[in-house]
């Protein structure tokens, strides 16, 4: 199981954000620091806004308040350029992979590199084909269009789309969700490399207790408005009926068995 | 983060590559030039030196970089240069070794046709594909006429409910628009009519215009283009959504026929509505005409009924209306054949649905002239 890493070294701030949405208020006074290098899994029971809270450190959604810094600058007092900028250092799997349906996988990729710079052709191509490798794929599954993937695939494809670009953090939304024990694993492992080899700062929102056991330095619990944050042994000792549930339940105890 | 760069300074036996800066995917262009520019100028005459890459001073590389210089180093192995390597941090070494495992020496081009090759190709694709695609509708024919015998011969098996649903939107959210476009071309043609009619001083005969026109022709053909798009597209849409949400195959699984159940409604709600709406739009048509040759003619309505009867007889009508049931069916046949067509992604249900629209009015129009032909020939 990997530990926590002490650094004080935080690639994303959030201070005092609140989500709402009418007068449901989703997150109140939320604070989260999260670690150069770590992968954090992010849980909490559904319509605790796990998802808002991810898009929100993204800039999909427009929080209400509160400040979010991201590798040390602060979202709200950057110029619009800049942002750009922030935003190209931020990769994102969006459950289902949200590949542009009437693209190639390869194309996919190209569209995003092209778009931000101005290399060659075949270039951009060929990093195209190393993204495919590196998220696992085999090659000739660039030239295939979304809707010819099987759903472990896609992942992979949306892994590579997002890895485009080289980001320094990645968010993962239920990456391991809808994939059989064995697929699940893999991607574990593929997440566990890239995040090893590319030096990657990783937050995933995921209900895969193994997932948190095998690949997760700390695990964020969304409970009351707020996160709660710990290695597992951390929250295990946590007094709250959720997260005793959630641990020590039967599927909690199987997992920390099966990874003690 | 400085831009990346490459300094050479060579000796009698090396020529040692300093590299610099951040090799990102974003600052790589730059790089690039500078290489290619380069080859001509700097390497002359060092051909057989050894080359010796100092990576010290590379703030960051990431994949793109490592994959960048992995390629021009082994460009320069190729023409049998030596090289090695010198100085390298940590996390540059990292990515360079993940990038070397990872990376596919011969990129497979993308397999595109061009010119002429690529014509025929697609000449040639979409000609079976028409072929297939007509076996299919006419597949599909047969197992609507089936099941349309088996709800005749029991009649308990017509689903009343959303046949009368399905009257009601098709029927009576269409009366609107269907009444507006037919008035409005009632008043354009007696317009039209009536000035090129004047050359003749036989105004009078716009009348006969507007009704012969109106009662054969534009009532019908109207309200089916409008139909075809509202509703054929309505029909594609909804069966499409359907297919993508697995909803089609729990019907099957339940022991429901779709074709009983969401296609033999439509059709048959179809068929019973446009013969009522073209009626419907041939009196806005009549009353559009009425308008405009009131007000050139300087005619009362009373006259203009009154010539009504004279210029339109009852077949001129019955010609109209009688296509009214043979349009509804096409429509509604290809709009709930392309309905049931739609692979498993949402991007496929647009695609049928514009199919549809296409198909079902190109043939209404192709019907239209083989049935105008027909008329004629038969003297009606």
Known sequence: ?260 | MTSPEIKFSSDKTTLTCFLSGSWTTQKLASVITQISSSKNSNEAGVDNAVRVFDLKAVEIMDTAGALYFLQYKEGIEGTGGKTSLKSVPKHVRQILDTVQKHRIKECPPENSLVGLKKLLTDTGESFFKTITQVQELVAFLGLVLVAFARQMTNPKRIRWTPLVAQMEQIGIHALPIVGLISFLIGVVLAFQGAGQLERFGAQIFTINLVAVGVLREMGILLTAIIVAGRSGSAFTAQLGTMKVNEEIDAMRTIGLDPIDVLVLPRILGLMLVLPLLTFYADIMGILGGAAMTMLTLDLSFYQYIRYLQDAASLGDFWVGIIKAPIFAFIIALIGCHEGLQVSRSAESVGRQTTRSVVEAIFFVIVLDALLSILFSVMGI
């Open chain 1, 1 to 260: 199981m990997p530990t926590a890493i002490k650094s004080k070294d935080f690639v994303i701030s959030l201070k005092g954000i609140r989500n709402q949405f009418g007068d449901h208020i989703l997150h109140d006074h939320l604070d989260l620091d999260i670690r150069k290098g770590e992968v954090l899994g992010v849980v909490g029971g559904s319509g605790t806004g796990k998802s808002v809270l991810m898009r929100t450190i993204i800039g999909l959604n427009q929080k209400a308040a509160g400040s979010i810094k991201i590798l040390k600058q602060d979202v709200d007092q950057v110029s619009q350029a800049e942002l750009r900028a922030l935003r190209q250092r931020m990769g994102v799997l969006f459950q289902d992979g949200a590949l542009f349906s009437s693209l190639t996988v390869s194309q996919n990729i190209e569209a995003v590199i092209n778009e931000h710079t101005k290399l060659p052709k075949q270039f951009v191509r060929e990093i195209a084909a190393l993204k495919i490798v590196l998220a696992g794929l085999p090659i000739e599954a660039g030239d295939k269009y979304p809707s010819e993937l099987s759903g472990g695939m896609r992942k992979r494809a949306g892994i590579a789309r997002a890895l485009a670009l080289d980001p320094d953090i990645l968010f993962l939304d239920e990456p391991t969700a809808g994939l059989d024990p064995i697929g699940a694993a893999q991607f574990d492992a593929l997440i566990a490399k890239l995040q090893d080899t590319l030096g990657l700062t990783v937050v995933m929102i995921t209900h895969d207790l193994d997932s948190l056991h095998a690949i997760c330095n700390r695990i964020g619990v969304l409970l009351d408005k707020k996160i709660k944050v710990g290695t597992i042994s951390e929250l295990s000792k946590e007094p709250d009926p959720w997260i005793k549930e959630y641990f020590g339940g039967p599927r909690g105890r199987a997992a920390t068995r099966s990874h003690a």
